[in-house]
Structures are given as structure tokens and as C-alpha cells.
């Protein structure tokens, strides 16, 4: 960044001497490259930054027309931060370089300049844009993306080789091991305990495909460990073989994109194998009228089984996804039908960040009425480079009052810091371009460098840059660093007034109302799969249940993003909440694999059927009940107790008896089927169970 900006500062400065095209030449790269995350192979990189340098050139246009109008200048900077706030609709690198492209709105509107200087300024544009991607390709090209996925990688290896080792028959003091390296390896694949820089971030169905195998590995991890304590047959093993295969290549490509992937195909056609073997066999200890006992635990332990195999071919197909291997990433209960088109797409964005209750909506209205307000506050009272109290307010704004004031006082800080060194470089050298000239790469550095550090150190670095630059392309002013803070104060005090005036409890206050909204969408959702599988005509009504539902968890998770960012020492509390939202997200992902069970039709034990019904009725209910609680930071009522998996109910016995005996075979699978609903309900509760204890661990800290 450093070099480019450098770069093209002497195009612009002493190529072309254009004091504007000089601002923008070197602008754009620090805009790109300092301020921006970009993620994904190169040539998407690349492609990125293009697009950005092109979105770049149509805000400076647009900034610059209406620069000399403070009220057309204030509605532009509204319309521009509203907009930057949701580019997360467009991806995860949309969203990294958001605010590159919104710093340059703020430059081309900020500084008055007349229509004909839109010319020189998109020269400088394409100049930094060039430079950026110049750098990009040579310059050792940032991957920090590909952090995060080596560490699921790295977790998935010893879930891998725990699925394997069951299925091998391996040592119990192996498959151990195993089970300790993997719940050691799953803490480094939370995203929201990583550094901002290693979360999911890139091309959206790699992003995507990244964040659906956080709760796919815990679903494997959570399997892993009931299934373990099994007595498993050799159809069990061999399926299990076949699922630790497919972890074990997932692992791998996930690490190195370079390897084979995992073969979705042929543990596809493992699960079709045991499906039907496994019906088979149930069908015939059902007509052989076997012991309840023997049923029930026959039933449940196949369940696992094929569940876990699910789990393990949705995580292969999600990690080939991540790896680049294929284009889109399959969200459980979509029956893996074609891609939705960019319309759907787009419209599911929407249903997360368009609404009021949406933490992203929430800031960005907050940003983009604190940037108009600083754009008029400079018009007003004709400040002298007015644009440093937009930049100002850009840099200090934050999703709570809070957090805004802390950040107001460190940029005040580092800018007065900064002005003081400034002054004194001005006093020392005075008009010496060539020393200006050596010292702008150091403090771009400084600037990027510093920002990773602290926003103070990163202010100063940016203050003796913007000095540095503008003592090159005008006149040396001694007294630029102490405008400057002044400029920087007066954005900081807009900000803070905002940041006052508009929701100031921020994201902290919607925490427990976002994620108790999830859990209530994912109960509902569990509800309409349910109905699917206890009656095959209501299954159509899944689809709004399921898009709902993992709308909701989504803007959990964006509340909780942007709790993270406010957050000073986030202690134990992160990790409480981390717990929650992964078992928020395992309701919805438990209710999408269940969904594409294949149904047998019509049961033939409706008195079954309907107590199945009533009994997720109240699991359901107990959600809700949790999510209440949540809210209320209340005692969550009780919940039905789990049935031990090694006894049958009374409905449950009654339709076992009604089949012994019988060689009908749609009817022996129409029971198959409805016992494996009840060993779904079974583990419903264990889920509810879970879920309840997190709740009551952030009730009850």
C-alpha cells in the first residue's frame, strides 16, 4: 500500500503536476489496500479491486458534482453511507472495500471543486486504481482469508479420523485421542473468537460455505460422541468409514486447495446403500415382532448414523465449496435442487439487512446521517479543509454511543499527537519536497501499520501522511497539523452527538431480542418440518420457514459481529454467547438435514403419528419458552423431559404390534419412517436440553 500510494503521488505530483489528480493517485491504493479486505483467489482479487476502482470513479463523480452545494453535498454523503452499509447483499469483499469506496465519496464531496475537475480527479483514480492492482498481484498478495479455513481444516481432521477409527474398530484409546484433539481444534474454529481479519470473508458462496461449517463440525462433534457409545454393526461401520473418508479429504482441500477433494458421490451413494439396507433391516424386526428394546434401540442408533452421514456429506460438499473447487454452497433442507437465481439471492439478503430491527440497517443510517451532518457542519462555517471533519466522523463512528465516545477521544488523541509531530517536521524541513517526498511511504505505512495496532497509532500516522501529502501539492502551511485536529475534533464532536441521538445502546441492547428471534425461526421451522414428515402434503410449506429461519440466525450473527467490535474485553461472556449462537444456528441446520428424508407416504399408525406431533409441539413450545427467557433474562419454565432412547412408549409399542407379523412392505416403511420421525423428536429434546443450558449460563453468569 505503502509503495503504491508512493507511487502514484509522484505521477500524479511530478508526472502530471495535477495537485488533484496527485490527492486521488495516492488516495485510491491507501483507500484499497490500507482500508480494505479483500478475499479469495487472485484473480478474483483482482477482479475485486477493478470493480471497486470503476464503483470509485462513478462516487468521485458524483461527490464532485455536488461539492459545491453543502445540501446537495450533505444528501449525497447520506445516500453513499446508507448504501455502503449494506453491501453485504453484494458479498463479503463488497463489504471490504465498502468503506474504501465511501472514503473517496467523502474526499470528491468534502472538498468543493468545480465540475471541471472531475477530469483530473478520475485520472488520479485510474492511476491509484492501476497502482492498487499493480500491487495486488506483485506485492506479497494478503490471504489472511485463508486463515479461518485452515483452522476448520485443521478441526475437521481429528473429527475425521474419530469417525474413522469407530468405523475401523480402532482402540478406544485411539478413537480418545482422537475425541480430545478434536474438541482442542474446534476453539480455534469459532469465528467470532478469531481475529477480524481471519473471519469468513471473500467471494460470497466461499464466505457462505466457510460459515455453514462451523455448526456442521459441532453437528459432526456432538454425533461423534453419542454414536461412540453405540453398539455398532458392520453396515454401522462401513458407512462410518465412508463418512470419516469424506471428513478426511474435506480436511484436507480445506487446508490445501491443491488436494484432492472429497468424492460427494461416493458417500452419497454410501447413505443410498445404507438407507435402504437399514430399512430393510428395520422392517424386518418390525414384522419379526422383535423386542421393544431391541426396537427402540435399533431404531435410534440408525438414526444417528445416517444423520451423521448427512452431516458428513453436507460438510464435504461445503468444504469443496470453500476450496474453490465448486460454485455455490448447499444450505441443508434446500433438497440440493439448482442454484437460486440473483434475484432470490438478492431478496434473501434483503430479508436480513432490510429492516429496522437489522443491526446493519441500524448503523448505517446512523453512519450516513453523521457524515451528512459533518458535511454540513464544514459548509456552514466554511471550514478550511472541511473534508477532515467527514473523514473524521467516518473514522469515529461506531454501532453504540460507547463506543463512539472511546473512539472519539483516541483519534483526538493520535491527531493531536500527530499535529505536534507534524508541526515539528514542517518547522525542521519547511518547503524540502524531496524529504516530503521520502517520508509519505513511511507514514502510509505508518498509517496501515499503526491502524492494526490502535487507532491512536493509527491516527498519528494518517495525520503526518495527509500533512505530508498536502504539504507536497500546495504551499506548506505551519499550522495544517493543528487544523487538522481542529477539523477532527469538530467531526468527532458529530459523531458523538449521533451516535447519542440515534439508537446509542447499540448493538448490546438487541443482543438477547436478535437471538431470541433465531431461536423462535428455527423452532418455527422445526415445527413445519415435522408437519413435512408426519404428513407428506404439508412438506411444500417448509421453503418461507426455512428462509425466515436462517434469516434470523444471520442477523444474530450480525448483531453479535457488531457487539464483538464494541466490546473492550469480551471475557467470558463472548464465549457464552459464541455457545448460544452456535446452538441457535444447530436448530435450523438439525430441522434443514432432517427435511430431505425421503417420505414413504401415509403412516399406519395415525395415533403414533399424532402423538409424534403433539410431542414436537412441545418441544417447540419449550424453545419459545428459552427464548422468552432469553429476553426477559428470566428463568425459562420446564421442559419435557427427554424419553430414554432404550424404551418405546405406549403408541410407540401398539404400532410395532400392529405390523409383526405382516409382508406389506409400504406399509413396514411407512413405520420405518415414522419411528425414525420419533428418533428425531428424541434428539429434539437433547437439542432443546442444550440449548436451555446456554440460556441459563448468560441468565446466570
Known sequence: MAIAATI????????????????????????????????????????????????SAAVTTLGTLSSDDTLAASLTLFAGGLVASQAGIAGGNAVGLSRSVLLLLVVSAGIPAPDSAISERLIGIAIGGAMALAATAVLWPDRSDVDFRRRLGAALAPLAKWAGGLGSGAPIASTERSRKQAAAAMEDTRPFLVGLVERPLGVRPIAVAERLLAPGLEQVDELLARIADDALRPADRELLCEAGGALDRAAAVLQDPNTRPPDIRRIEEARRDYRAASEARLAGLLSSGAAAEELARSFDEAFR????????????????????????????????????????????????????????????????????????VAGAFDLEHGFWVVFATLTVVRASA??????????????????????????????????????????????????AVSLVAGQIGFTLLIVAIFNLIAPPQWNIGLIRLEDVAIGAAVGLAIGVAAWPRGPAAQMRDAFADAIDAGAAYTRDVALGLLDSGAGAVTAPARLEAVAAAR???????????????????????????????????????????RHHGSSACPALASTLGDAVERVVDGFHTAAEALRSQEPAGPAPAPRSPGKLGRHSLTCAASVAGIDDRARLLATVHIFGVRAWVIELLHQLDGLRARVHALNNP
Not at 453436507?314 to 444450505?331: C, L, S
Not at 446512523?366 to 458535511?375: D, E, S, T
Not at 499527537?417 to 519536497?433: K, N, S
Open 8 to 55: 502514484g503521488l509522484v505521477i500524479g505530483r511530478y508526472g502530471l503536476d495535477e495537485p488533484q489528480t496527485a490527492v486521488y493517485a495516492t488516495l485510491t491504493p491507501v483507500a484499497l489496500l490500507g482500508l480494505g479486505q479483500v478475499g479469495g483467489p487472485r484473480a478474483e482479487r483482482m477482479r475485486t479491486y477493478a470493480a471497486a476502482t470503476l464503483a
Open 305 to 376: 448414523i445416517r444423520r451423521l452421514a448427512a452431516v458428513s456429506a453436507a460438510v464435504a460438499g461445503q468444504a469443496r465449496v470453500a476450496a474453490g473447487v465448486d460454485a455455490g454452497a448447499e444450505i441443508p433442507g434446500t433438497g440440493g435442487g439448482p442454484p437460486r437465481s440473483v434475484a432470490n439471492r438478492l431478496k434473501g439478503q434483503a430479508r436480513v439487512r432490510l429492516t429496522l430491527g437489522s443491526v446493519v440497517l441500524r448503523n448505517g443510517l446512523r453512519l450516513a446521517l453523521a457524515l451528512a451532518a459533518a458535511r454540513a
Open 402 to 451: 460507547r463506543g463512539t465516545g472511546a473512539n472519539a477521544a483516541r483519534a483526538l488523541l493520535g491527531t493531536a499527537i500527530g499535529a505536534v509531530l507534524a508541526t515539528a517536521l514542517l518547522l525542521a524541513f519547511e518547503a524540502e519536497a524531496d524529504i516530503y517526498t521520502v517520508l509519505v511511504p513511511l507514514f502510509a505505512f505508518l498509517a496501515f501499520y499503526g491502524s
Open 555 to 597: 442477523r444474530a450473527e450480525d448483531v453479535f459481529t457488531f457487539y464483538l467490535s464494541e466490546v473492550a474485553d469480551p471475557g467470558a461472556a463472548v464465549t457464552r454467547w459464541t455457545d448460544l449462537l452456535e446452538r441457535t444456528h444447530g436448530v435450523w441446520y438439525e430441522a434443514g438435514v432432517i427435511a430431505e428424508v
